[in-house]
């Protein structure tokens, strides 16, 4: 059966649409501290936490949930996150290990977890772990350009431009993936084909430090910035 519109948890989460965190948060607060098994209310709260990066209380609320409800992905994703977020890289790591065992075949996990390891330096793992997110989903475009960034950051410019043909056939507009394209042009020598691209970015993203520093180094200068209406 439904809960009533007057139930604290659906007034939680309709303060949470409408960005009002604070009051939503004191409300769940409430909730917990008459029931602490409420389970819905203390994801909730551990999720406004985490927003708020308040990270130890988000691993409080979160860690609780993940050991209720071993299927609740969100939760456990997030719990992780906050781990490594106050620096407890190995339950962080153990946090991960569990999920990709979990759920083998959810590429969001391994992709999650890259980007915290890219965060925390570390390359090799990160670059395992956008692999292992494309070997289960060949389309995921957002781990393909992950993996293409960690390949320019290594300085592997022509892998880099491989991985990135696809992506970039399919939104060439994408700033994040004009960014992966345009260093791994400027890095494998292409700078003619660097210079396009970073004028194509810097149309979308005029202060794009990125494109600029790259106009730099090759000699070309960034591009007056436009109306729309001027553009002929």
Do not use: W
Not at 47 to 68: C, I, K, P, Q, W
Request: proline share 6%.
């Amino acid at each position: 059966m439904d809960r009533p519109p007057t139930d604290p948890v659906d007034a939680a989460k309709a303060l949470l649409t409408e960005g009002n965190g604070d009051e939503a948060a004191a409300i769940l607060e409430r909730v917990i501290a008459d029931v602490p098994d409420a389970t819905e209310a203390r994801f909730l709260l551990g999720m406004v936490r985490f927003r708020e990066s308040r990270f130890d209380a988000a691993v409080s609320h979160l860690g609780t949930v993940s050991d209720r409800l071993p299927d609740h992905l969100e939760a456990r994703i997030h719990y992780a996150l906050a781990l490594d977020a106050i620096g407890d890289r190995y339950r962080a790591e153990a946090a991960f290990n569990a999920l990709e065992q979990r759920f083998p075949d959810n590429p969001d996990i391994p992709f999650r977890r890259a980007g915290v390891l890219v965060a925390d330096g570390a390359l090799d793992e990160s670059e395992a772990s956008f692999r292992r997110a494309i070997a289960i989903d060949p389309a995921h475009m957002a781990a393909i350009n992950g993996l293409a960034r960690i390949l320019v950051l290594r300085g592997r410019h022509e892998e880099a431009l491989a991985i990135l043909a696809r992506p970039f056939e399919k939104r060439p507009r994408n700033p994040r993936i004009l960014e992966n394209l345009t260093a791994a042009l400027a890095g494998s020598g292409r700078e003619v084909e660097a210079a396009v691209r970073c004028r194509d970015l810097l149309e979308t993203e005029p202060e794009n430090e990125t494109a600029r520093r790259i106009l730099s180094d090759i000699g070309g200068a960034a591009p007056v910035t436009q109306n729309a209406g001027e553009r002929k």
